[in-house]
C-alpha cells in the first residue's frame, strides 16, 4: 500500500458567523464595516420585512394575494445578501425571494401583482436589475453565469447573484450553472438558503454530501458556509464574494437558516414533517431579529421605539401597496396575446382580432 | 454571388451579423476552436474572437442558461444545440424561459436567442441524432421555427433569424449540408421569418412541405407529370411556425386538392396543423380531403432500414394518386 494522497477528502468546515444567537460579537476579524445608521437600517429592514411577511400570510389567507412563500425565520439571508450588493448587480431570485426583489428596487405593489397572477407584476423597471421570480428550480441558476457574462462582456464592475434553496442544489442545473461560471471565471454569486427542508424534504435526505458549500469544489468555485441567521455574517460573505467575483471568482454561498412558516400558502402543513422542539428552537433561540436586536441595544442604537416603528410602517407599506395593486386594471385576452411577440404574426393577429370582437359566438 | 452549400451559407449568415453587430455572440460544444461538428462556424472564432465565438462546457442546460441570462443583459446569442436529440436537457431553458420572457416581463425583458441545430434522416447517424422534433416547439406559444431547405433561404432566414427580437428555433437538415449548393448573394439580405415560397408552379395538386422534403417532393413532382401528365405545385414552408396560411390558401384555391409531407413522424406535427388550417380557411375550395405522406408513428429508424421509414418520392406520388383519385 502506498502512502499516495489519491482520495478527495473535505476538511470539516464551521459556518462564520460573528455573532451568537444571544447578540455577542464571536467574530472581530469578519465585522462588516457598516455605519450606526446603516446598522439600524439593517434591523429597520429586517422588522419591517416580518411585518410584511405576517400582514402578506394573512392577504394570502383572505384571497387578496395569490401564490406565496413566506419568509419570516430567513430575513437575515436574504436582506443581508441584499444589502451587500450594489444597486446594479443582478439578482435572479426563486420565488421565495421576494424580499430580496422589493429591497432591490421592485416596487412592492408589482411584487403583489406578480402573486395575484397579474402580468404587470412582471414589468420589471428600465434601472431595477432583477429577474423575475423563478419557479423552476435550478432555471435561473444557469441563467446567473449568463447574466454575469453579459455584466462582463459589458465592462460593468457588477455582480449577478443568484438564490435557490437546500433542495435547489441537488438539481442538474445547480451544479451547471456554478461550473460555466468557474470555467468562464464569471462574476457571479451562487446563495444557497438552506433553510433545512425542500417543502416537506429534510436537508439529510437532499444529499450525501457533508455541507451544500462542499459542492462548489467539484466546480472549481469559493465555497463557504454562514451562518444565515445572522445578518451581519451574511453581509461579510456577500462582500467578501463580491470581491472575488469582480476578480472572476465565482462563490457559492450557503446559508443555513430556517423557515418558520409553511412552505407556501396552499395547504403546506409543517407539522407533518418537523417537530415542535426544532420548531421552537429555530424561532425562540435563534430567530435572526432576536440575535441582531440584541447586538444592537448593547449598543444603544435599538429600542422599542424604533421596533414599533419599522414593524408599523411594513403593515402600513403593504396596506397601502395591495390597495394600489388592487386598482390595476384588469388584463385582457387580446393584450396577452400582443405580448407573445415583438410583431405578432397572422395567426396571432387573426386571435387579436377574434378576441377583441368578443371572441366565441 | 458566390455557389454555397448549406452549411457555408449558414456560416456566411452567422458571419454578416457578428461583423454588423458586436451584441451577436455565438457559442455552444465544439464551435469555437474546431469550428464545430460540421465545420459550420469553422474559422469565425478567429475572425471574431474568444469572447465572440466560443466554446461551452458539455451541458445544455448550461448552453441555455448561458443564453437566456445575455439576453437578460442585451446580448444576441446564438447558441448551438450539437445535434437535435439533446435539445431535451436545453427544453427548460427553450421552452420555459426563452419563450416566454417576453410575455411573464409585459415586454419588460426579451429572449432574441437563435437556438441552431442540425437534425434530419438519411444520413444514417447514430440515434438521437437526427430526429424530427419540430413538432414540439409548434405547440411552444413564443418561439419561431426556421428549416430553410436551399443555401439561398438558409443564409437569409439565419440573419432573419439573429435580427429577430424573439427566439428562434432554427433547425438545418443534416442531409442538406453539403448535398446541394446554390447561389447565394455576398454581404447582407434577408429572408423573411413566416413567408412561404412556391417552389413549383402546377395546377392539378399542392404539395406542401419543408426541409429536405421539399427536394423528395420535386423529384415526385416531375415523376407524376411524367407517369401522369398532372402538373403539381409545390411549397416550400420554410418556416413552420408560424405557418404562412395564405401563400397555401392561394395555392389550393387554384389546384383544389393537397397532400402534406413531412419527415417527422405522422402524428400530430407541421403537417397536422398545417390540415388544420386548411380546414378552417378553405375546405369549400377542396376536392378532396388533404393527405399526409409522413414517417411511421414508431421511434426514429434504425440506420438498416432508415431509407424506408423516410418518405420516398414513391409514397409521395401515391399521396398524390389518392388525391387526385378521390
Known amino acids: 500500500m502506498s ?51 405576517k400582514r402578506a400570510v394573512s392577504l394570502a389567507r383572505q ?16 436582506i443581508g ?32 401583482l406578480y402573486s395575484r397572477g397579474h402580468q404587470h407584476g412582471g414589468q420589471v423597471p428600465a434601472d431595477v436589475h432583477v429577474a423575475l421570480p423563478q419557479i423552476i428550480i435550478g432555471a435561473q441558476i444557469v441563467q446567473a453565469s ?130 415542535k422542539e426544532e420548531q421552537t428552537e429555530w424561532e425562540q433561540i435563534r430567530d435572526p431579529l432576536v440575535r441582531f436586536r440584541n447586538y444592537l441595544q448593547a449598543k444603544g442604537l435599538w429600542n422599542e ?24 386594471d384588469k388584463m385582457t385576452i387580446p393584450g396577452l396575446l400582443e405580448s407573445m411577440f415583438e410583431v405578432p404574426p397572422v395567426h396571432i393577429r387573426e386571435q387579436i382580432e377574434f378576441y377583441s370582437a368578443g371572441g366565441e359566438k | 454571388m458566390a455557389n454555397m452549400t448549406m452549411i457555408q451559407a449558414i456560416q456566411d449568415g452567422m458571419r454578416v451579423e457578428l461583423a454588423r453587430d458586436p451584441k451577436v455572440l455565438l457559442f455552444g460544444e465544439d464551435v469555437g476552436h474546431v469550428g464545430g461538428v460540421f465545420r459550420a462556424t469553422e474559422g469565425l472564432q478567429k475572425e471574431f474572437g474568444e469572447h465572440r465565438v466560443f466554446d461551452t462546457p458539455l451541458a445544455e442546460s448550461g448552453i441555455g442558461g448561458l443564453a437566456t441570462g445575455l439576453a437578460l443583459q442585451g446580448f444576441r446569442p446564438i447558441a448551438e444545440i450539437q445535434f437535435i436529440g439533446f435539445v431535451f436537457e436545453i427544453m427548460d431553458q427553450i421552452v420555459s424561459q426563452a419563450a416566454r420572457m417576453r410575455y411573464r416581463s409585459g ?45 439561398y433561404d438558409a443564409k437569409g432566414l439565419m440573419i432573419s433569424a439573429i435580427r429577430d427580437n424573439d427566439p428562434v428555433f432554427f433547425m438545418e437538415h443534416l442531409k442538406l449540408y453539403r448535398s446541394i449548393k446554390g447561389e447565394v448573394p455576398e454581404g447582407e439580405y434577408t429572408v423573411p421569418i413566416g413567408k412561404a415560397n412556391v417552389v413549383r408552379e402546377g395546377k392539378h395538386a399542392t404539395i406542401i412541405t419543408y426541409g429536405a422534403m421539399v427536394h423528395t417532393s420535386l423529384i415526385a413532382a416531375e415523376e407524376i407529370e411524367k407517369s401522369r401528365g398532372v402538373s403539381v405545385e409545390v411549397i416550400d414552408l420554410r418556416t413552420i411556425s408560424p405557418i404562412d396560411i395564405d401563400t397555401i390558401v392561394e395555392s389550393i384555391k387554384k389546384t383544389n386538392r393537397a397532400i402534406v409531407v413531412q419527415e417527422a413522424q405522422k402524428t400530430a406535427g ?19 380531403p388533404v393527405l399526409r405522406v409522413a414517417a411511421p408513428d414508431t421511434v426514429f429508424a434504425f440506420g438498416q432500414i432508415e431509407d424506408e421509414w423516410l418518405p420516398t418520392p414513391q409514397r409521395i406520388v401515391d399521396g398524390l394518386n389518392q388525391v387526385l383519385d378521390f
Not at chain 1, 465555497?223 to 471568482?249: C, F, I
Open chain 1, 3 to 53: 502512502n499516495q494522497n489519491y482520495e478527495v477528502k473535505i476538511d470539516s468546515i464551521e459556518p462564520l458567523q460573528v455573532l451568537s444567537p444571544s447578540g455577542e460579537i464571536v467574530n472581530e476579524a469578519m465585522l462588516p464595516k457598516l455605519s450606526d445608521e446603516e446598522l439600524k437600517e439593517l434591523m429597520r429592514r429586517m422588522v419591517f420585512t416580518r411585518a410584511w411577511d
Open chain 1, 63 to 78: 384571497g387578496r394575494l395569490g401564490f406565496y412563500a413566506p419568509v419570516s425565520g430567513q430575513e437575515a439571508s436574504m
Open chain 1, 81 to 112: 445578501s441584499e444589502y451587500a450588493l450594489d444597486k446594479e448587480d443582478f439578482i435572479l431570485p426563486g420565488y421565495r425571494d421576494m424580499p430580496q426583489l422589493v429591497w432591490h428596487g421592485l416596487p412592492m405593489y408589482q411584487a403583489f
Open chain 1, 146 to 275: 449568463g447574466v454575469a457574462m453579459g455584466l462582463k462582456l459589458n465592462g460593468k464592475k457588477n455582480v449577478a447573484i443568484t438564490y435557490t434553496g437546500d433542495g435547489g442544489s441537488s438539481q442538474g442545473d445547480f451544479y451547471e450553472g456554478m461550473n460555466f461560471a468557474g470555467a468562464f471565471q464569471l462574476p457571479a454569486i451562487f446563495f444557497v438558503q438552506n433553510n433545512q427542508y425542500a417543502i416537506s424534504t429534510p436537508r439529510s435526505k437532499q444529499t450525501a454530501a457533508a455541507t451544500i458549500a462542499q459542492k462548489a469544489v467539484a466546480a472549481g468555485i469559493r465555497g463557504v458556509q454562514v451562518d444565515g441567521n445572522d445578518v451581519l455574517a451574511v453581509v461579510a460573505a456577500v462582500r467578501e464574494a463580491r470581491e472575488h467575483a469582480l476578480e472572476g471568482r465565482p462563490t457559492l454561498i450557503e446559508a443555513i437558516t430556517y423557515r418558520f412558516g409553511p412552505h407556501s400558502m396552499s395547504g403546506d402543513d409543517p407539522s407533518k414533517y418537523r417537530t
Open chain 1, 305 to 328: 421605539e424604533l421596533e414599533n416603528q419599522a414593524a408599523e410602517e411594513g403593515k402600513e407599506t403593504v396596506n397601502a401597496e395591495i390597495k394600489r395593486a388592487e386598482t390595476v
Open chain 2, 107 to 151: 415586454g419588460a425583458y426579451q429572449a432574441p436567442i437563435v437556438f441552431r441545430t442540425p437534425f434530419g434522416g438519411g444520413v444514417k447517424a447514430a440515434e438521437l441524432h437526427t430526429d424530427s422534433l419540430e413538432g414540439l416547439f409548434l405547440q411552444t406559444p413564443g418561439i419561431k421555427v426556421v428549416i430553410p431547405s436551399n443555401p
Open chain 2, 270 to 288: 407541421a403537417a397536422a396543423e398545417v390540415i388544420a388550417q386548411i380546414n378552417e380557411k378553405a375546405i369549400l375550395h377542396l376536392e378532396a
